[in-house]
């Protein structure tokens, strides 16, 4: 579990600076592979891939036409994509 608030900002390339204190963590708990999403676009949302991988499992336990489920697909899926972290 990481704890913490940190501001950053998306440079001219659309990167994110993770922070040296959590990037290690990361690298070493759950590696480079990430999902990268908003619920409001405006806040980033950081889920190591495995992490995404288990919201997604209990997301197919829901039923389809949920409409919390829907919603938070639809805002993730819309701000959301699959991210490698580089070495900068």
Known sequence: MLRGNYTTRIDEKGRIKIPAAFRDIILQKYGSEFFVTS??????????????EKIEQRLAQLPEMD???????RV????GRQATMDGQ
């Open 39 to 52: 619920l409001d676009g405006d806040h980033v949302r950081l889920y190591p891939l495995p992490e995404w």
């Open 67 to 73: 409409p919390v489920k829907e919603k938070f697909l």
């Open 76 to 79: 993730t899926n819309f701000y």
